[in-house]
């Protein structure tokens, strides 16, 4: 029980690890090869690669609840868009622009809602017909962003409200807004999957489907709500979004939901679903946004950020697979 | 629900279900519009389709072998730029062996990583697409590719070409179809493929090769995907860096529309041809109705989702899902 816990707390502390030996390095070849002469661990430097990590990672958060359920979600991205066009749009509308300023938290109403919406279809689908997740989400991507299209052709929709890019821009004990939302999301699902009820059946649905059925835990309305939730973290990251850049392109978010999902993982995050956690994934995200800005901090291309990403991800999945592998040998023994 | 193991014109109905209701909507729109079934339509539509197509064919190898294939979209895009930026060095004739073994050898790692590492599919592929797009990057350096001398290559030939009056993408698309279709049926490989995605621990046991098998599936899929990518790059005789993007996912539910399931080991090369000619007919059905071609992809989300749950409801016998 005691290794159990300890070899746990080695797996959550790996990402942790990844990234103070990526500060390291950046900070050391920065010296040596950085084209600006300021520091890479720069205090705003920092600051400024929390907020850029938030809009895939609140989405990445809720995909974190979809995984542990054992379920996948390949349609954030199109969610993402649909909800970033129904809140720029909504303001637009005659009632909405005569209500001035209060026009804003009501589209963003709108836009969280038009998320919660397309989760639940999700959710409802794989409930009811007993579909796979991955093929569900995987028709909703292509319908979802059949939808985007359908609402404004091909043409960009755009609405700055300057009320609304002051509040997206401000900072707060000098944290920006997206940095807030990223951590009290982070905060509250925490809370969620290591205090609450649903989060402890979420675990259980994930680890062993069948025992949780028997053991009386109702597996469908945990999917749906979980399906909600990251209907709603998806329009919570874009509407956090575009409050700021006040313009949405109907290819945005395309392949976020794969971004979202390689953060996860990276994360320790399991597949099959059963194991998993939500600081984990914060430190997936913020690991992959520091190895973005630590390649273009020591000059390399942007372009090598896509190789280097990938090729690690596929190392730790090999990692992972080893160290389980030992540590089965080991008990074996 | 009908029984699956019956005889007769249910059993047919239900093994059958996506080419009656394929049927079904080509006479729908044949009466609606006369155009639809004109053979230049017919031609034009399957052109269109090949690309995607030619990429589904490799796919349904690795989704039949019990994988899934991630990469193929931005290794599409990494074959495109390739030939296209070595027609200009190497000239056509040394550039398209070149790519080909290019492409070739990423599907080799591939299939390494999955079959010999036996590590998980969706995050290796998702990784390499990851990482093929940054390889694609690194080398057009970020630019558009163009070949310099657009009138005076034979190279427009696989994309633009026809024999005998039919566009080339659609004579390799057929004949690919054709070979792969025979290989996947009629070969010993064609077995070890269902035998492995069916239960690999079964066909281990009985002294198949598992990781050799899965190695090739990728392989194939890799050498399918070197094709759309000569087909693309032929066809525009230029192009930018993330033209095959999305397509993975694209190709996917092309596969499964034609019935091929996730869990491996079941799935044919003429149900996923099936499975790309609905993709293509609904996108062009619905826009000589005159609807836009956006529209298609609401209407493929209804189609995928309603074709695999009547076929899950037909195997459990009851409509609604038992998830309590």
Same mark, same amino acid.
């Given at each position: 029980?005691?290794?159990?816990?300890?070899?746990?707390?080695?797996?959550?502390?790996?990402? +942790?690890?990844?990234?103070?030996?990526?500060?390291?390095?950046?900070?050391?070849?920065?010296?040596?090869?950085?084209?600006?002469?300021?520091?890479?661990?720069?205090?705003?430097?920092?600051?400024?690669?929390?907020?850029?990590?938030?809009?895939?990672?609140?989405?990445?958060?809720?995909?974190?609840?979809?995984?542990?359920?054992?379920?996948?979600?390949?349609?954030?991205?199109?969610?993402?868009?649909?909800?970033?066009?129904?809140?720029?749009?909504?303001?637009?509308?005659?009632?909405?622009?005569?209500?001035?300023?209060?026009?804003?938290?009501?589209?963003?109403?709108?836009?969280?809602?038009?998320?919660?919406?397309?989760?639940?279809?999700?959710?409802?689908?794989?409930?009811?017909?007993?579909?796979?997740?991955?093929?569900?989400?995987?028709?909703?991507?292509?319908?979802?962003?059949?939808?985007?299209?359908?609402?404004?052709?091909?043409? !960009?929709?755009?609405?700055?409200? +300057?009320?609304?890019?002051?509040?997206? %821009?401000?900072?707060?004990?000098?944290?920006?807004?997206?940095? +807030?939302?990223?951590?009290?999301?982070?905060?509250?699902?925490?809370?969620?999957?290591?205090?609450?009820?649903?989060?402890?059946?979420?675990?259980?649905?994930?680890?062993?489907?069948? =025992?949780?059925?028997?053991?009386?835990?109702?597996?469908? !309305?945990?999917?749906?709500?979980?399906?909600?939730?990251?209907?709603?973290?998806?329009?919570?990251?874009?509407?956090?979004?575009?409050?700021?850049?006040?313009?949405?392109? !109907?290819?945005?978010?395309?392949?976020?939901?794969? +971004?979202?999902?390689?953060?996860?993982?990276?994360?320790?995050?399991?597949?099959?679903?059963?194991?998993?956690?939500?600081?984990?994934?914060?430190?997936?995200?913020?690991?992959?946004?520091?190895?973005?800005?630590?390649?273009?901090?020591?000059?390399?291309?942007?372009?090598?950020?896509?190789?280097?990403?990938?090729?690690?991800?596929? =190392?730790?999945?090999?990692?992972?697979?080893?160290?389980?592998?030992?540590?089965? %040998?080991?008990?074996?023994? | 629900?009908?029984?699956?193991?019956?005889?007769?014109?249910?059993?047919?109905?239900?093994?059958?279900?996506?080419?009656? *209701?394929?049927?079904?909507?080509?006479?729908?729109?044949?009466?609606?519009?006369?155009?639809?079934?004109?053979?230049?339509?017919?031609?034009?539509?399957?052109?269109?389709?090949?690309?995607?197509?030619?990429?589904?064919?490799?796919? &349904?190898? /690795?989704?039949?072998?019990?994988?899934?294939?991630?990469?193929?979209?931005?290794?599409?895009?990494?074959? &495109?730029?390739?030939?296209?930026?070595?027609?200009?060095?190497?000239?056509?004739?040394?550039?398209?062996?070149?790519?080909?073994?290019?492409?070739?050898?990423?599907?080799?790692?591939?299939?390494?990583?999955?079959?010999?590492?036996?590590?998980?599919?969706?995050?290796?592929?998702?990784?390499?697409?990851?990482?093929?797009?940054?390889?694609?990057? #690194?080398?057009?350096?970020?630019?558009?590719?163009?070949? *310099?001398?657009?009138?005076? #290559?034979?190279?427009?030939?696989?994309?633009?070409?026809?024999?005998?009056?039919?566009?080339?993408?659609?004579?390799?698309?057929?004949?690919?179809?054709?070979?792969?279709?025979?290989?996947?049926?009629?070969?010993?490989?064609?077995?070890?493929?269902? *035998?492995?995605?069916?239960?690999?621990?079964?066909? &281990?046991?009985?002294?198949?090769?598992?990781?050799?098998?899965?190695?090739?599936?990728?392989?194939?899929?890799?050498?399918?995907?070197?094709?759309?990518?000569?087909?693309?790059?032929?066809?525009?005789?230029?192009?930018?860096? &993330? /033209?095959?993007?999305?397509?993975?996912?694209?190709?996917?539910?092309? /596969?499964?529309?034609?019935?091929?399931?996730?869990?491996?080991?079941?799935?044919?090369?003429?149900?996923?041809?099936?499975?790309?000619?609905?993709?293509?007919?609904?996108?062009?059905?619905?826009?000589?109705?005159?609807?836009?071609?956006? /529209?298609?992809?609401?209407?493929?989300?209804?189609?995928?989702?309603?074709?695999?749950?009547?076929?899950?409801?037909?195997?459990?016998?009851?409509?609604?899902?038992?998830?309590?």
């Amino acid at each position: 029980m005691f290794t159990e816990r300890r070899k746990d707390l080695l797996k959550q502390g790996a990402i +942790w690890g990844f990234i103070v030996l990526e500060l390291a390095f950046f900070s050391i070849a920065g010296n040596y090869l950085s084209v600006t002469d300021t520091a890479f661990m720069d205090f705003d430097n920092m600051l400024l690669l929390l907020k850029q990590s938030a809009p895939i990672g609140i989405i990445a958060l809720g995909m974190t609840i979809i995984m542990i359920n054992g379920n996948i979600d390949l349609s954030v991205g199109a969610t993402f868009a649909l909800a970033a066009i129904v809140m720029l749009d909504s303001m637009t509308w005659p009632f909405m622009q005569a209500l001035g300023d209060w026009a804003i938290p009501l589209a963003w109403g709108f836009a969280l809602l038009t998320g919660v919406v397309l989760g639940a279809i999700n959710g409802l689908i794989v409930w009811k017909t007993g579909v796979d997740a991955f093929i569900v989400t995987l028709g909703s991507m292509l319908g979802f962003r059949g939808l985007v299209f359908m609402y404004n052709g091909e043409q !960009p929709t755009s609405h700055l409200n +300057w009320t609304l890019v002051d509040f997206a %821009e401000a900072q707060f004990l000098g944290l920006h807004t997206a940095s +807030w939302f990223l951590l009290a999301v982070a905060l509250i699902l925490w809370l969620v999957m290591t205090r609450t009820v649903h989060g402890r059946n979420a675990y259980a649905i994930g680890n062993n489907r069948d =025992a949780a059925v028997n053991a009386g835990i109702r597996v469908g !309305p945990h999917f749906l709500l979980n399906f909600m939730l990251i209907g709603f973290l998806a329009a919570l990251s874009a509407v956090v979004f575009y409050s700021e850049s006040g313009s949405v392109n !109907p290819n945005d978010g395309m392949l976020y939901e794969l +971004w979202a999902i390689t953060a996860v993982v990276l994360g320790g995050t399991k597949l099959a679903g059963g194991y998993g956690s939500i600081v984990s994934t914060l430190g997936g995200v913020i690991a992959i946004q520091l190895l973005r800005k630590g390649l273009g901090h020591i000059g390399a291309d942007t372009e090598t950020v896509n190789l280097v990403i990938g090729l690690i991800l596929i =190392a730790v999945l090999f990692l992972d697979r080893q160290l389980n592998r030992k540590g089965k %040998e080991e008990l074996k023994t | 629900m009908a029984d699956l193991t019956k005889k007769g014109i249910g059993g047919f109905l239900a093994r059958q279900g996506i080419l009656v *209701a394929f049927v079904l909507f080509m006479v729908g729109f044949a009466l609606a519009n006369q155009r639809f079934i004109a053979i230049d339509n017919i031609f034009g539509v399957i052109r269109s389709s090949a690309i995607l197509g030619v990429m589904a064919l490799g796919v &349904t190898f /690795v989704v039949i072998g019990g994988n899934l294939d991630l990469s193929v979209g931005s290794m599409m895009s990494f074959s &495109t730029i390739v030939v296209l930026d070595l027609h200009d060095t190497l000239g056509p004739t040394l550039a398209i062996p070149a790519m080909f073994g290019l492409t070739l050898a990423l599907g080799a790692f591939i299939g390494f990583l999955v079959g010999y590492l036996k590590l998980n599919s969706l995050i290796v592929t998702l990784g390499m697409l990851s990482a093929i797009h940054g390889l694609t990057l #690194t080398w057009s350096g970020g630019q558009n590719m163009d070949i *310099a001398d657009k009138e005076g #290559t034979w190279f427009g030939l696989f994309g633009r070409g026809d024999i005998l009056g039919v566009p080339m993408p659609i004579v390799i698309f057929g004949t690919l179809a054709l070979v792969l279709s025979l290989v996947l049926s009629k070969t010993p490989f064609g077995r070890k493929v269902y *035998a492995v995605g069916g239960n690999g621990q079964a066909a &281990t046991f009985s002294g198949i090769p598992r990781a050799r098998v899965v190695f090739f599936t990728y392989l194939i899929s890799a050498f399918c995907v070197a094709t759309a990518g000569l087909l693309q790059a032929s066809r525009s005789l230029g192009s930018q860096n &993330t /033209v095959g993007q999305g397509y993975e996912l694209e190709v996917l539910a092309m /596969v499964i529309l034609g019935g091929a399931s996730l869990l491996g080991g079941s799935g044919t090369i003429l149900k996923t041809v099936i499975g790309v000619l609905i993709f293509g007919f609904i996108e062009n059905g619905l826009l000589l109705i005159g609807l836009e071609f956006y /529209v298609q992809d609401v209407v493929i989300w209804a189609v995928i989702i309603l074709a695999v749950w009547l076929d899950i409801a037909a195997k459990r016998g009851r409509l609604w899902s038992p998830i309590a």
